[in-house]
């Protein structure tokens, strides 16, 4: 079965310091990677993804994610911190080629930045 | 915003009354899902569509059902409502399935007492 760990509930980050939010992955196979944004009262919206290609991928918002398949991660960073970014973060995994899997997401990491 | 529409936002409702909570797209994507979110467990699938009367049971389909008669509905009903359904379901529309992005509705927030 696939699974999704986001070891940290909760990441604090000071305005203008680099952030970085964690996510490790279990698949059988290869992986399909996305990472989610939620802000309060309202649905999760879509970051960036890894399909394949080059690891590092760059999504909305000035955030990117390195894909690092020895060791199954898939990183959410970014260079400088806005107190805009506070929000929880969701990363979610699914088996490439692997039946009918849906999607998993993590837990998800509350991300707050402090100015 | 994708153009997706729940309804109700919020609903109160007792423990062994139906409940129906209805998602509405307005971008014609084939696949539909709906999701509760839960502290702790992050986003679980309770079931999908993948197309009109084309509907397929989640991670954690026990206890409700669902229906797709047009492409822009997808309904999600709690056919006996328990306290353990109390929960935010979201609404997740996508144009081709599970390697595109999900598009997210704002939620509904149900309480069972």
């Known amino acids: 079965a696939q699974s999704v760990a986001q070891p940290e509930d909760q990441v604090n980050v000071a305005e203008g310091n680099p952030l970085t939010v964690k996510c490790t992955y279990s698949v059988s196979g290869n992986p399909y990677l996305f990472w989610y944004v939620q802000y309060p009262n309202r649905g999760l919206q879509f970051l960036l993804k890894?399909?394949?290609?080059?690891?590092l991928v760059k999504g909305s918002y000035g955030f990117e994610a390195e894909f690092n398949k020895s060791q199954t991660s898939f990183h959410l960073k970014k260079p400088s911190a806005l107190v805009s970014d506070s929000a929880l973060y969701f990363c979610?995994?699914?088996?490439?080629?692997?039946?009918?899997?849906?999607?998993?997401f993590g837990t998800g990491t509350r991300l707050t930045i402090i100015p | 915003d994708a153009g997706i529409t729940q309804s109700p936002r919020h609903k109160v409702t007792e423990t062994g009354t139906p409940v129906t909570l209805r998602c509405h797209q307005t971008e014609n994507h084939r696949y539909m899902y709906w999701y509760r979110q839960d502290p702790g467990h992050g986003l679980r699938l309770i079931h999908y569509s993948y197309g009109v009367k084309d509907t397929d049971k989640g991670e954690v389909s026990d206890g409700y059902s669902v229906s797709r008669s047009k492409t822009e509905d997808f309904l999600l009903t709690l056919e006996s409502a328990t306290s353990s359904q109390t929960s935010v379901y979201f609404c997740?529309?996508?144009?081709?399935?599970?390697?595109?992005?999900?598009?997210f509705g704002n939620g509904t927030r149900l309480t069972v007492t």
């Open positions: 979610a995994v699914r088996a490439v080629n692997f039946g009918n899997e849906k999607l998993t």
């Open positions: 997740a529309i996508s144009e081709l399935g599970d390697n595109s992005p999900l598009h």
């Open positions: 890894y399909i394949t290609g080059d690891n």
